[in-house]
């Protein structure tokens, strides 16, 4: 659709119409983040300095790269591109706090160089991948047994593996973005805001991680930083819904209640034509106190089989719950405690 009509923004809901029938049930924001993200990765392109597709916030995306039958101006072939491989540091230091480093000042090195005009900056173990076309499994299986690790509450493995997982491509914004909500899931809220940053720098169109980005500000009791980061995430398309639950907590724990209940209402009115998975409502209750109507939530959650409830056990937010034995009986459920 973008090709059919180049230079002119496409809304997200035409996409929407094209690519998935009005019957077809999906998360829509994300599938088609991903899919633009897909498509950029592909041609080469990058959401800070789009040469092919640009995304305007709110609206959609405007295909602003060369069109076939205009020849003239696509780049020649024989045009030479340099390229610069950035290696890692060396960390010697015992204390696992600050092991992230060695991986994320890399990284936001890459990150600077990638603003020069006509410069190719890659980590070497791209490098090295790109040279024998293939993914490196060993970053992805990281990657998710930190997820796993940190679901036991074994933290300093977990942070660990997700470090190990982003020394092998500095450049991937879900490894990074990976680290950083696993330093959350740790309560380690300073290094995870850090690293939530340098994720944003590296792809600031994966909206999940401005989520991980507001949950460390408000456990800092930087209320007003929460809630402009969930709300940076719903402009550029995240789950509003999700997001504005989120909100709804910051408002509800620095006793604003007054607009914690009008996100309740919000999603109440927004329940009536789309889907809005109970975890949502869970989040905003728990907040104001209300902990029958949470745990009332969260069990419905588990009935509807939300995939984010395995995170409950390990999620701030609901730090104050464990003991209920309501709660436990949902962990139980869920499979989190025996």
Not at 52 to 77: H, M, N, S, V
Not at 263 to 276: A, G, H, M, N
Request: proline residues 5%; aromatic residues 10%.
């Amino acid at each position: 659709m973008l090709l059919e009509h180049p230079g002119e923004v496409v809304a997200r809901g035409e996409l929407r119409a094209r690519l998935w029938p009005a019957d077809t049930f999906v998360d829509f924001d994300h599938s088609l983040n991903k899919a633009i993200n897909k498509l950029r990765e592909a041609l080469g392109d990058s959401a800070e300095s789009p040469r092919f597709i640009e995304t305007l916030a709110k609206r959609g995306y405007r295909f602003i790269g060369p069109t076939p039958g205009a020849g003239k101006d696509l780049p020649a072939t024989s045009q030479s591109i340099d390229s610069i491989a950035v290696f890692p540091l060396e960390h010697e230091s015992a204390d696992p706090d600050t092991g992230f480093l060695a991986v994320g000042i890399p990284g936001s090195i890459i990150h600077s160089l990638s603003q020069v005009p006509r410069l190719r900056v890659i980590s070497w173990r791209r490098a090295l991948r790109d040279e024998h076309q293939r993914a490196d499994p060993l970053a992805i299986g990281h990657y998710h047994y930190s997820y796993h690790l940190a679901l036991l509450r074994r933290f300093d493995e977990a942070i660990y593996e997700a470090t190990e997982a982003l020394s092998r491509d500095p450049l991937s914004g879900i490894l990074n973005a990976g680290l950083a909500f696993v330093l959350l899931l740790a309560r380690r809220y300073d290094a995870c805001i850090e690293q939530a940053l340098t994720a944003v720098e590296v792809d600031p169109n994966m909206t999940l991680r401005y989520i991980t980005l507001g949950t460390a500000y408000e456990q800092k009791g930087m209320y007003a930083e929460a809630v402009a980061s969930y709300e940076k995430g719903i402009a550029l398309g995240g789950a509003f819904a999700v997001q504005r639950a989120y909100a709804g907590h910051v408002y509800g724990v620095s006793g604003d209640r007054a607009k914690a209940g009008e996100i309740l209402r919000e999603l109440k009115e927004l329940s009536s034509r789309f889907y809005v998975g109970s975890l949502n409502w869970a989040l905003v209750y728990e907040s104001l106190g209300e902990n029958e109507l949470a745990i009332s939530a969260l069990q419905k959650a588990c009935d509807q089989r939300h995939t984010i409830c395995i995170f409950i056990g390990t999620w701030p937010q609901f730090d104050r719950l464990p003991d209920d034995p309501r709660f436990q009986e949902v962990e139980r459920r869920i499979g989190l405690r025996e």
